[in-house]
């Protein structure tokens, strides 16, 4: 018989199949790479977050033309995304898009793996746009 709640890393799985945070007060985040971008998921009582750099946009003198023309297309794709969905300019240049969604808890390890996925999706065109322009 499998003990029941069944820790499972930063979680405890009980019998109903409701994930619980294992360290109350430290939520879990993680990471994965698609589409040669890196998302980094961040979990706390009923929130979900989202950030992942992007773009980034051309610092140096020869890329001038190409920060000129970019900076229109940053602004009208923030006044197009998603309610909740935020592009931020860093101090390196990168340009990165965050996201944060309410989350029922406790949850179930599908119900917290599709909201993930569904932004992924979403998200897809964004890059396409940003990789046809060479941010």
Not at 84 to 97: C, E, K, S, V
Not at 101 to 111: G, I, N, R, Y
Request: overall charge positive.
């Amino acid at each position: 018989m499998i003990a029941s709640p069944l820790p499972l890393g930063p979680f405890l799985v009980e019998a109903s199949g409701h994930l619980t945070f294992r360290y109350p007060g430290i939520g879990p985040a993680f990471t994965f790479l698609w589409r040669k971008r890196c998302f980094t998921i961040k979990l706390a009582a009923n929130t979900l977050s989202c950030s992942v750099p992007i773009g980034r946009l051309p610092s140096s003198t020869k890329g001038q033309e190409r920060r000129e023309a970019a900076m229109p297309l940053l602004r009208a794709l923030g006044r197009q995304l998603p309610k909740g969905w935020h592009i931020h300019l860093l101090a390196d240049h990168r340009i990165q898009l965050d996201t944060e969604q309410f989350l029922h808890w406790p949850s179930t390890a599908p119900a917290l793996l599709t909201p993930v996925v569904r932004m992924a999706l979403k998200i897809a065109p964004v890059l396409d746009l940003l990789d046809e322009t060479g941010l």
